[in-house]
């Protein structure tokens, strides 16, 4: 069974910097895609990042682009999610998700098509 567990999340001053991290387990994840998520009070669900783990293929939403990194570990078997500049709006639940399948298209940006999903952790970003 796969499982997925964030950590990394917390208070941070607008400016600053955070590091989140998605460890991985159950199997071997080559051939998946994962991505990052986040969720602010009363909003929807929305896409942030997104690597193909084998190619190593990196996707971002506009908004934070030039500010976040999202990185994987294959040792560790573990995704990072470099976030740089943050701001207030970047304030949010952050959850990890992981899909089996290769995402082309740009499909790796709904949330449905990914199978496995972390307990996420809350980022706030204070102005």
């Known amino acids: 069974q796969v499982q997925l567990v964030e950590s990394g999340g917390g208070l941070v001053q607008a400016g600053g910097s955070l590091r989140l991290s998605c460890a991985a387990s159950?199997?071997?994840?080559?051939?998946?895609?994962m991505g990052w998520f986040r969720q602010a009070p009363g909003k929807e669900r929305e896409f942030v990042a997104a690597?193909?783990?084998?190619?190593?293929?990196?996707f971002y939403t506009d908004s934070v682009k030039g500010r976040f990194a999202i990185s994987r570990d294959n040792a560790k078997n573990t995704v990072y999610l470099q976030m740089n500049s943050l701001k207030p709006e970047d304030t949010a639940a952050y959850y990890c998700?992981?899909?089996?399948?290769?995402?082309?298209?740009?499909?790796?940006?709904?949330?449905?098509?990914?199978?496995?999903w972390g307990q996420g952790t809350q980022v706030t970003v204070s102005s």
């Open positions: 690597i193909r783990w084998s190619s190593g293929n990196t």
């Open positions: 159950g199997r071997t994840f080559s051939g998946y895609t």
């Open positions: 998700a992981a899909s089996a399948s290769t995402l082309y298209n740009g499909r790796y940006t709904f949330p449905d098509v990914y199978d496995y």
